[in-house]
C-alpha cells in the first residue's frame, strides 16, 4: 500500500493545480454541509467537474460534509449524498454520525471518512469508528508520533494523519470561542479564530500579562517534512494537508514539496537529506507563518503557540501561466507581483525540476513590449526556455 | 419522576443535599474528569456506598478526551468504578464506549460530548445503537434544545446549571505562556483585549479547559419538566459545594412552586455577585442559525 498525499481545494483552480503538482487525492466543500464556509466551495456542477479531472488525472476526490450538523441542517442532504455518489465521488469526510449513516443509506458507493472534528485520539475509539461502518478514521492533530504507532499497531482501520497546515489550537470540535465572542458558528463553517486574538491574563486581581506578549491560544502551523518518512514507515494510509482557503500557488508548493519527499522514499527506500532540503525550500515559497511539527514530537509548550500573530503576504510569487505556444515557445501568463526585463525568474514544474531563466522580452496582449509588469492580473506573453502547462507557477 | 444529578467536590457534603428533587450525585477524581478538585479511589468508593445510603445514584464524571497511553489505565479504573457499583459515568470519549459494550459491564454510560449533540438525528442514531443516555450540547438555541428532547423522548440529559465550557484543548495554555510548567486551578481566567468579560481557565497536566459565563435555567426549567426531557444536571467546575447545594435547592423551590422563577434568580444572583450568569433563553442563535430560519 502506498501512502496518499491527500490536499486541499477551495475552488476548481485550486483543484485542478493539487492535482497536477501531485496530490492523489483531492478534498474540498460543496455549498452546503461543509466547514471553512469562508472558502469559495464547489456547487454540484463543479464536483461533476472536479471528478471528472481528478479521475482523468489518477487521483480522488473526497466531499467534505463536516458540520456539527443542527436539526435544520440535515434537509436535502440525502439528495445530495446521492448526488456525490451518481457524480463519482470516492468519499465523504463527516463528523456526524448521523451522516456517515444516511450516506451509508443512501449513497453506498461513498467511503466514510471520519473527519478529525471528532478527535479520535485513542485506539479504543478508533475501534468504535470501525465498529459503526467507517472506512476511514482521520486521527485527531494531538496525538503524537509515539501514540499514533501505537494506535495502529491495534487497529486496522486506515488511517489518515495531518501533515501540514494551520491547526485549531483546541480539540477541533470542541471549540465554541468563536460562537461566544463574535457570534458566529465554529462548527458549522464560521470560525472567526478567537483563539488567535490577544487576551490579558489574570490571577484573581493579578494581571499576568507578560512586557513582550499578550498571551493567545493560537497555534503555530504545522510543518512536518521532518517525519513525513516515519509516517511513510508507519504505514498511514493518508497524509493531509489543511488549507481549503489558501492560495493556488501556496497548493503548488506545498504539495511539490511532499510530492518530492514521498516519491524520494519510494524510490530509494528513504528520504535524502538533499530532498529534504528542496522541500523545505517549498515550504518557505507561500508561507509566512511560524510552524512546528505539530504534536508528532510530543505535546508542545510554548514552541508550538502563536503570540503576536502577524500574517504577511509572501511577493515571491510573479504569476501564472495562462497558455503555451510550442511553435514559438512563448507562454502567455497572468501577473502577480512585480518583475522587470532582465529578472531571473523561476518556473516550478508541477513534473520536474525548477528551471531558472532570464526574462528577456515581455509583450502585453497587444503586441506592445513591456519594461516593467506590475499591473496584477495583466495577462503577458514571455518566452520561456521549457514547455509549460497551464497553472504552472513562476516566482522569483 | 425526572432525573436531577448535581456534581458535588467533596463526599463529606453528600448528606447535606436535602431535596427530594435531587435524584443522583456525581463526583469526580482529578486525573479522568475536567475536574480541579481530587478523590482517591477509596474516597470514590466511600462516597459512593454514602450516596446509595441516601437513597441517590452515584454518578461518576469522567469528562476527558484520553491518549493512547492512558487507556490500559482507564479501563482499570473504569472496572473499579463498576466494582464498587457506581450507577453511571458521564462521559466524552468514545473510547469509553467501546469499554463500556464489554461484557463485563453493566454501568450505565451517558455520553456527554459537550459541542458535539446538536441534533436529534444524531442522537437518534446513539440511541438505536445502545447508547444509555446523553447530554445535549449547552450552546445550541432553546428551540433547537425542545425539538430534540420532543424527538428523542425520555432519553436526553439536559445541563441546566454550570459553566459553560467554550475551549477544551490537550495543550497547558498557561505553562506554556508563562514558561513555567505548573497547574493552574483556581481563579484565572482570560480576558479577550477589547472586552470586559473575564472567562475562567483551568489548566491541569492533561489540557486546559476555558469557560464563558455559568448558565442558569430558573426561569425556564419547569416549562422544561413538561417535556419528555429525561434528566438535568447541575454542573459545577470552580464554585464550593455550598453554592451548588443552595442553587440546588432554588431549582427545588421553583419546580415545586414555592418560589417564582424571577425571584430565584434574585436569589442566585446574591450568592456571589462575581459570577456572570447566562440565562438558557439567551443562548445566542448564530448568525447561521438566523440565515436558515
Known amino acids: ?396 | 419522576m425526572k432525573d436531577l444529578f448535581i456534581y458535588l467536590r467533596d463526599p463529606e457534603n453528600i448528606p447535606r443535599v436535602t431535596v427530594d428533587s435531587v435524584t443522583g450525585i456525581i463526583i469526580a477524581d482529578y486525573a479522568h474528569s475536567s475536574s480541579d478538585h481530587d478523590l482517591s479511589r477509596d474516597a470514590i468508593r466511600k462516597a459512593v456506598n454514602v450516596i446509595h445510603a441516601c437513597g441517590r445514584k452515584a454518578v461518576v464524571k469522567t469528562d476527558r478526551l484520553f491518549s493512547e497511553g492512558e487507556m490500559a489505565e482507564l479501563h482499570e479504573y473504569l472496572e473499579y468504578l463498576q466494582q464498587i457499583g457506581t450507577d453511571a459515568i458521564i462521559y466524552t470519549d468514545l473510547g469509553i464506549k467501546m469499554i463500556l459494550d464489554e461484557e463485563i459491564f453493566t454501568m450505565k454510560g451517558i455520553y456527554a460530548p459537550e459541542t458535539l449533540l446538536t441534533d436529534y438525528y444524531d442522537i437518534n442514531v446513539l440511541r438505536n445503537d445502545g447508547f444509555d443516555g446523553c447530554v445535549i450540547s449547552k450552546d445550541i438555541p432553546l428551540g433547537d434544545v425542545y425539538e430534540i428532547i420532543n424527538e428523542c423522548p425520555d432519553y436526553c440529559y439536559l445541563r441546566i446549571h454550570g459553566p459553560i465550557l467554550i475551549a477544551y484543548s490537550r495543550r497547558r495554555y498557561i505553562s506554556s505562556y508563562l514558561e513555567k510548567k505548573n497547574t493552574y486551578l483556581d481563579s484565572y481566567y482570560l480576558q479577550e483585549e477589547s472586552r470586559q468579560e473575564r472567562l475562567p481557565i483551568i489548566e491541569k497536566e492533561c489540557g486546559s479547559w476555558l469557560y464563558d459565563a455559568c448558565l442558569q435555567s430558573l426561569s425556564e426549567v419547569n416549562r422544561l419538566l413538561d417535556t419528555p426531557v429525561r434528566g438535568f444536571i447541575i454542573d459545577n467546575v470552580y464554585m464550593d459545594d455550598e453554592y451548588t447545594m443552595k442553587t440546588a435547592d432554588l431549582y427545588d423551590a421553583v419546580m415545586n412552586e414555592e418560589i417564582s422563577s424571577d425571584e430565584a434568580v434574585m436569589t442566585l444572583k446574591s450568592f456571589d455577585s462575581d459570577i456572570r450568569y447566562t440565562d438558557i433563553n439567551d443562548l445566542r442563535e448564530t448568525q447561521l442559525d438566523k440565515e436558515s430560519q
Not at chain 1, 478529525?116 to 461502518?133: D, H, K, L
Not at chain 1, 514521498?262 to 522541500?279: P, Q, R, V
Not at chain 1, 525540476?353 to 519594461?371: A, K, S
Open chain 1, 1 to 396: 500500500m502506498r501512502t496518499e498525499l491527500l490536499a486541499p481545494a477551495g475552488d476548481l483552480e485550486r483543484l485542478k493545480v493539487a492535482v497536477m503538482y501531485g496530490a492523489d487525492a483531492v478534498y474540498f466543500g460543496g455549498k452546503q454541509f461543509s466547514l471553512r464556509a469562508r472558502a469559495s466551495n464547489f456547487t454540484l456542477d463543479d464536483i461533476k467537474e472536479a471528478v471528472s479531472f481528478a479521475h482523468e488525472h489518477g487521483s480522488k476526490v473526497y466531499v467534505t460534509v463536516n458540520i456539527i450538523p443542527h436539526n435544520s441542517d440535515f434537509a436535502g442532504l440525502e439528495d445530495y449524498l446521492m448526488k456525490l455518489q451518481e457524480y463519482g465521488v470516492d468519499a465523504i469526510i463527516c463528523a456526524s454520525q448521523a451522516i456517515g449513516s444516511i450516506c451509508k443509506k443512501v449513497a453506498p458507493a461513498l467511503e466514510v471518512h471520519i473527519s478529525t472534528q471528532q478527535t479520535t485520539i485513542n485506539s479504543s475509539a478508533v475501534n468504535y469508528w470501525q465498529s459503526r461502518g467507517a472506512d476511514r478514521i482521520v486521527l485527531g492533530r494531538e496525538v503524537t508520533y509515539d501514540e499514533m504507532l501505537e494506535i495502529m499497531k491495534k487497529v486496522t482501520l486506515p488511517v489518515e494523519v495531518f501533515i501540514h497546515g494551520g491547526m485549531c489550537a483546541n480539540y477541533s470540535g470542541r471549540c465554541t470561542i468563536s460562537n461566544v465572542l463574535t457570534n458566529r458558528d465554529a462548527n458549522r463553517g464560521g470560525c472567526a479564530q478567537s483563539c488567535r486574538w490577544n487576551y490579558h491574563l489574570w490571577h484573581e486581581d493579578e494581571l499576568l500579562d507578560r512586557k513582550e506578549c499578550m498571551m493567545s491560544l493560537g497555534s503555530k502551523d504545522m510543518c512536518t517534512i521532518d517525519y513525513i518518512q516515519k509516517l511513510l514507515e508507519a504505514q498511514v494510509c493518508s497524509m493531509k494537508i489543511e488549507g481549503r482557503m489558501k492560495t493556488a500557488y501556496y497548493i503548488a508548493s506545498i504539495v511539490k514539496g511532499y510530492r518530492l519527499l514521498i516519491d524520494s522514499y519510494y524510490n530509494n527506500g528513504m528520504i535524502s537529506e538533499e530532498d529534504l532540503k528542496k522541500a523545505g525550500y517549498y515550504m518557505t515559497l507561500a508561507s509566512n507563518r511560524d510552524t512546528f511539527n505539530g504534536f508528532y514530537p510530543g505535546v508542545p509548550d510554548r514552541e508550538g503557540q502563536l503570540y503576536n500573530f502577524i500574517t504577511t503576504a509572501s511577493q515571491s510569487f510573479i504569476a501564472n501561466v495562462r497558455s503555451y505556444d510550442e511553435q514559438t515557445e512563448e507562454a502567455v501568463i497572468e501577473v502577480r507581483n512585480h518583475f522587470e526585463v532582465n529578472d531571473e525568474l523561476v518556473i516550478m514544474n508541477p513534473n520536474g525540476d525548477d528551471v531558472r531563466f532570464m526574462v528577456e522580452r515581455m509583450l502585453d496582449e497587444n503586441g506592445n513590449e513591456v519594461e516593467i509588469a506590475n499591473k496584477p492580473m495583466q495577462l503577458l506573453k514571455i518566452k520561456v526556455p521549457v514547455r509549460v502547462d497551464e497553472y504552472t507557477f513562476i516566482h522569483k
